[in-house]
Nanobody
Framework: QVQLVESGGGLVQNGGSLRLSCAAS????????MSWYRQAPGKQREFVAS???????DYAEAIKGRFTIFRDNKKSTVDLQMNTLKPEDTAVYYC?????????WGQGTQVTVSS
């Protein structure tokens, strides 16, 4: 079955950096569009970044220029490098795979940015 496992979250100070990673299994990773979303307390889940199987990327305006999404098709991983973090980036970050017309989600990883 499809499984997505996120890692790399934690507590960081304002202006700091973190790198999240999502390991995928049960899918043909190299052709699967992958995304990162986040959900802050009391808010709806929102799009952060995506990367297609061909490597085309897209970013939410709020994080453009600060976050970068990468994929490693050999390792079946998709990473999110987050720089210049702000307190408003505090959220649970989720990895998503769009595979055969279905969305699959990981369990999420908490990112907390202290001011």
């Amino acid at each position: 079955q499809v499984q997505l496992v996120e890692s790399g979250g934690g507590l960081v100070q304002n202006g700091g950096s973190l790198r999240l990673s999502c390991a995928a299994s049960g899918i043909i990773f190299s052709t699967t569009d992958m995304s990162w979303y986040r959900q802050a307390p009391g808010k709806q889940r929102e799009f952060v970044a995506s990367i297609t199987g061909g490597g085309t990327t897209d970013y939410a305006e709020a994080i453009k220029g600060r976050f970068t999404i990468f994929r490693d098709n050999k390792k079946s991983t998709v990473d999110l490098q987050m720089n210049t973090l702000k307190p408003e980036d505090t959220a649970v970050y989720y990895c998503k795979a769009y595979y055969f017309l279905k969305n699959y989600w990981g369990q999420g990883t908490q990112v907390t940015v202290s001011s």
